[in-house]
């Protein structure tokens, strides 16, 4: 008897801790599903408190080149993570089109811009989200044709026989070839370009502002005399603009992924490139002439 | 603004009063001694003129083990203004709970007849040897996790660590009829401060005038006992509630507040000691050297307060006692007693964690006459064991945003809470966050035991 009570109290009364019924809570998950029900326009929907995601900005950039305007349009795809406020952004080139000087239209073939190296050395941040938040990008710094140790600092090489210029077209000339409309004219040249946008949340997806550009430009030779002329390229901050809207789905956004395999491509954005920003035809004014 | 504290019964609630009514459970109906008057105080009538000292401890191996939680249910950190203390911030961690503080202490108890026959007067009392008196201060909901962050057994931990005193007088009316009336003492506070906050920004440096008033409350005791023929006895008594509340108000004069309507004020409400009434009806029957005895006492659990004077859904219960007395020689007795002592604490599904549970009682002590330098003794002693029927909680499925009023577990960060940077709700705001330390559920249970001695003379 004494030893059953025993047994009692040390084995019968034991405590054992169960298990619960509930399920882990995902978030992820409900903020997706969020974004994915809301069907909206290019930038619009209520936003997905969060830049992270796929954007598609177009840029148009103003520089003044012989007391003209040229304008450089170039739409990006722009992949951005987020951690903790601050932006990692990855950005592909698709499309880059530059208004004629003296009647000259410089052409960037396809393979000149997916050559282009995208450095990342920053980061960007926004101060809000909401409408009138500010955002301020990462640096895009860009190299055409070139490889250089320091790429934000180094001097551009000045001679083709550097080794720092590089063939990144493939096409047997050194740095990278620009074309001329309707011309068999070609340019070989290196670029160094550095641009950072700042800007204003005008919906929850969508950020409008200026930019600030520094483009640098070595010719290392070309087809006719004609086409190596490379006259100095002066940054026209004032007449730069840019608006990038978000084209994930996520946060009402519209969902520019058509294949809907995570990734929007260059091809994919494409049918939303006129709708970005209503572009502007160069104007000698904005020079100073 | 509500402060936290714990209420339960009293140590003669949960223990038994006396060691014969420690060791039998049933008393009502024949109860002897001062302790009549705990358990029917019109049975004093028939109680001897003498004094009793005694005293008891008790051990336990109770616990609350807490379930896992799932994840995503915690407290995020969210840069906005008063947002909770987010998940791991807390003072202390969530955790178990493991024993409940063993109560020590001496018992007293007299019965005089004042010169008269008919007439007893007597008193008992039980004073605590570590602390007189010990309150502590546990919310019952999510509340707690920026305190202990753990859960208590609401009714058998701390509140039975108190004083207690009990009066009582007698008077046999016929020679099968006796009648009796008492009280059971608390106190009770009106507790006050003046506080003076001369910058705002350095609160460790205030000025604070302390008024404390305390009062005398007296809880009734009623009873009656009757002899039957055939060696019957029968009683019924009656013990109201007594609580012992704390209630007043703190003052804050703030520098640079001029107007006095603007001062905070913040009212102090607590019940930190409650003994519920309960009606008893119980029965005994001497057979040879036998005496059986089977009590009924229907506890009134429903008027409840909680530790911060709220009232709670705490049901009336039922608790039974089964004592049996054998009497081997003419100087000593042998005793044992079974009980059963349901929860009146309804299933904690929802937003509160008042933990207690169902108690199996079984008992046993002895009593032995001696005399000693002309004088005669009565030593007794009893043994005591308490089992909680093990008790699993599951908080239900379903979720509510946190309110005075909710009663479901309750969402501490409303999902419609907008991000001022991203004009957003929050992410991790959405669905259920809870710090509650009883999510998403618990198992209590356990066993208490109680060891006793006393000798009346």
Redesign the interface.
């Known amino acids: 008897m004494r030893y059953l009570f025993i047994a ?2 040390l084995g019968g ?1 034991t ?14 998950d ?2 997706a599903d969020a974004g994915a029900t809301i069907d909206a326009g290019l930038g619009e929907g ?5 830049m992270a995601g796929t954007w598609l900005m177009l840029h148009e950039g103003s520089t003044c080149v012989i007391n003209d305007e040229q304008l450089t349009h170039a739409w990006y795809v722009v992949e951005i993570e987020e951690t903790d ?1 601050v932006m990692q952004e990855t950005r592909r080139l698709c499309r880059v089109d530059l208004s004629p000087i003296l009647g000259l239209k410089v052409i960037i073939p396809d393979a000149v811009r997916d050559s282009i190296e995208f450095i990342d050395i920053d980061r960007g941040y926004a ?5 009138g ?1 500010s955002y301020s990008s990462s640096t895009e710094l860009a190299l055409w044709g070139l490889d250089l140790e320091n790429p934000l600092e180094d001097t551009l090489p000045a001679d083709a026989t550097d080794p720092r210029v590089i063939d990144s077209d493939n096409d047997g000339q050194p740095g990278v070839t620009f074309e001329i409309e309707n011309s068999t004219c070609r340019r070989y040249q290196g670029q160094r370009q550095i641009i950072r946008y700042d800007g204003v949340f005008v919906t ?1 997806n969508a950020v409008e502002g200026s930019s600030i550009n520094l483009t640098g430009v070595k010719v290392y030779g070309s087809t006719e005399p004609l086409c190596g002329i490379a006259p100095p390229v002066i940054s026209n901050d004032a007449h730069s603009r840019f608006r990038m809207v978000r084209v994930d789905g996520a ?1 009402g956004a519209i969902d520019l992924d058509a294949d809907s395999d995570g990734q929007i491509s260059c091809a994919e954005a494409a049918p939303a490139f006129d709708e970005v920003l209503t572009i502007r035809s160069a104007d000698r004014a904005n020079c100073g002439r | 603004m509500q402060w936290p504290t714990a209420a339960s019964a009293g140590p003669f609630d949960l223990y038994g009063a006396g060691a014969r009514g420690s060791a039998m459970g049933a008393q009502v109906a024949n109860a002897t001694g001062p302790w009549a008057i705990y358990y029917n105080v019109g049975a004093l009538s028939e109680a001897d003129v003498g004094l009793t000292v005694g005293g008891f401890a008790t051990y336990n ?1 109770v ?1 609350v ?9 915690d407290i995020p950190k969210l840069d906005v203004a008063n947002s909770p203390i987010p998940t791991g911030a807390e003072l202390n961690s969530r955790q178990d709970t493991e024993g409940i503080e063993p109560l020590y202490g001496l018992t007293f108890g007299g019965v005089t007849s004042l010169g008269t026959k008919r007439l007893r007067l007597g008193f008992v009392a039980f004073l605590p040897t570590t602390e007189l008196l010990s309150m502590s201060a546990r919310y019952n909901d999510e509340r707690e996790r920026v305190f202990s962050n753990k859960l208590r057994f609401e009714l058998i931990d701390a509140q039975p660590q108190r004083f207690d005193a009990e009066l009582g007088l007698a008077y046999r009316l016929t020679e099968w009829a006796s009648f009796g009336i008492g009280g059971t003492f608390l106190t009770a506070a009106n507790v006050g401060t003046d506080v003076y906050l001369q910058d705002p920004t350095d609160q460790e440096n205030i000025d604070i005038n302390l008024d404390v008033r305390t009062e005398n409350q007296w809880g009734l005791l009623a009873g009656m006992q009757l002899r039957l023929p055939h060696n019957m006895m029968v009683g019924v008594s009656y013990r109201g509630p007594v609580s012992f509340r704390i209630s007043g108000e703190n003052r804050l004069q703030v520098s640079g507040v001029s107007d006095d309507a603007e001062q905070p004020r913040q009212t102090l409400d607590w019940t930190p000691k409650y003994s519920p009434g309960s009606l008893a009806l119980g029965f005994a029957w001497s057979v040879g050297s036998y005496e059986i005895a089977a009590d009924a006492r229907w506890v009134l659990w429903s008027d409840y307060r909680d530790s911060h004077s709220q009232r709670t859904n705490f049901e009336n219960v039922l608790q039974l006692r089964l004592g049996l007395e054998y009497e081997y020689t003419a100087e000593d007795r042998l005793r044992v007693g079974l009980g059963f002592d349901p929860t009146p604490v309804p299933k904690q599904t929802g937003r509160t964690n008042y933990v207690d549970n169902d108690r199996a009682l079984a008992s046993v002590g002895s009593s032995h006459k001696v005399e000693f330098g002309g004088q005669g003794f009565e030593f007794s002693w009893f043994l005591q064991f308490q ?2 029927l ?1 008790n ?1 909680v ?2 239900d ?1 379903t979720a509510q945003e946190c309110s005075e009023s909710a009663t479901k577990i309750c969402d501490e960060i409303s999902d419609s809470l907008i ?10 705001a ?3 966050q809870t710090g509650n330390p009883g ?3 618990y ?5 208490i035991g109680a060891l006793g001695a006393e000798v009346t003379f």
């Open positions: 009692i109290l009364c405590v054992e801790r169960q298990d619960s019924t509930w399920q882990d809570q995902k978030f992820d409900m903020r209520p936003g997905a408190g969060t406020r101060s809000s989200l909401r409408v938040g929850p946060g | 191996r616990e083990l807490l379930m896992d939680r799932p994840t995503g249910y089992l909680l093990e699993t599951n908080k499925g991000n001022p940077r991203t004009g957003q709700p929050f992410p991790e959405q669905g259920l999510f998403p559920g198992t209590s249970g356990g066993w």
